[in-house]
């Protein structure tokens, strides 16, 4: 280890250890998300209690997650790092990670123990993707379906395949414009073992292999870009089946009341968290460090599960999840994480998209204008 890297782990380790009096600490802080309902529910389960308990505090908002890969390569080019706590999903955090733009963390020492003492690693188990990644929540993507189509003569989707099933279930799908998930549901219904999804994807011929999968749907696909859009869709009824995140059908099902229902074999979990931009100056990162803390301890994480639909990374938060907030409703089966909802589910391999994504864009996007 350098001097430096030895100099700089000794300084987040007394931040962490509560060594920076709470005068000495940054009072505002930038926060980077996604907006719209999950951002609300960080707002309401980590940051509004926060700041009560520490009034000094204000929190700016920025809704620019989608593009923090490219913000922060430029921020830390231009030697002007004005974020001080970034939302990422777990591909990204791996990239900022890989290029030294996240910070590395030393779980055990800047998270808070589980409620029951558990040890910070144990308790979020395979949640810790990398060295930079603090996680919060665990969501999916899955499938939605109208429960009112006349043409499916009362017959309902039982499994992924039933996407690629045109004559039982016709009508118009809508998919992500994107190839992550798709490639993978796309081999697994072309006979594909789990377990060698990514070892096809590696061999000539893999990618194009699973295109041609999706080819026997495409022009009944529309593609979309948003998460919103897919809920959308299928309440104007504009499309029969489509993904899109397991938050967002919770909304057009239970809180809209719309004639869907949830499909939720082979889910994609994907794992959302917090990344550190490097390099912060000793101040803010204290306090971005003792808010992370805070933010992520068992209760908390716990507490986002009452606005919205996603699991908590901790193992045990999971007991604690109880009423949505304003619904009255159970939370508990509306998890990805439900014991029932996970029969089958997939964890993308974020290596393997790391590394490849940028390739396999260019060959995706070549192949949905032909």
Not at 8 to 25: E, I, P
Not at 43 to 53: I, N, R, T, V
Not at 142 to 151: L, M
Not at 176 to 185: A, H, I, Q, S, T
Request: charged share 25%; aromatic share 10%; hydrophobic share 40%.
């Amino acid at each position: 280890m350098t001097l430096h890297k030895t100099l700089l782990a000794s300084t987040c380790l007394s931040l962490a250890a509560g060594a920076v009096a709470a005068q000495d600490m940054a009072n505002e802080m930038t926060i980077v998300s996604w907006g719209g309902a999950y951002q609300n529910s960080q707002l309401k389960a980590y940051a509004e209690p926060y700041m009560e308990a520490n009034p000094e505090v204000s929190i700016t908002w920025d809704e620019s997650s989608n593009e923090a890969v490219a913000k922060l390569r430029a921020q830390s080019e231009a030697g002007n790092i004005t974020w001080d706590l970034v939302d990422a999903e777990g591909p990204d955090s791996q990239r900022l990670c890989d290029e030294g733009l996240a910070m590395e963390i030393d779980f055990e020492e800047m998270l808070a123990p589980g409620d029951g003492g558990e040890g910070v690693e144990d308790d979020f188990g395979p949640t810790l993707i990398n060295d930079c990644f603090i996680p919060q929540i665990v969501f999916s993507t899955t499938f939605g379906y109208r429960t009112d189509v006349a043409e499916w003569n009362g017959e309902t989707p039982g499994d992924l395949c039933a996407l690629f099933d045109l004559d039982t279930f016709p009508g118009k799908r809508s998919l992500e414009k994107r190839p992550k998930k798709n490639l993978e549901w796309a081999l697994l219904c072309d006979g594909v073992a789990q377990e060698d999804l990514y070892d096809v994807l590696d061999e000539d011929g893999g990618v194009d292999r699973a295109l041609a999968k999706l080819d026997t749907i495409k022009d009944q696909v529309v593609w979309w870009s948003a998460g919103a859009d897919t809920p959308q869709l299928l309440a104007d009824g504009e499309v029969v089946m489509g993904s899109t995140y397991n938050g967002r059908l919770f909304s057009v099902i239970v809180e809209q009341d719309q004639p869907v229902a949830m499909l939720w074999d082979w889910q994609v979990f994907d794992f959302d968290g917090w990344v550190i931009p490097a390099g912060l100056p000793e101040d803010r990162l204290a306090r971005v460090l003792d808010f992370v803390k805070f933010a992520t301890d068992t209760q908390r994480l716990a507490d986002q599960a009452k606005y919205i639909s996603y699991g908590p990374a901790r193992a045990s938060s999971q007991p604690l999840v109880s009423t949505h907030a304003d619904l009255g409703i159970e939370m508990a089966p509306h998890m990805p994480t439900n014991p029932e909802n996970q029969k089958n589910f997939l964890v993308n391999n974020i290596e393997w998209w790391a590394d490849n994504q940028d390739d396999v864009e260019a060959k995706f996007q070549s192949w949905l204008v032909k």
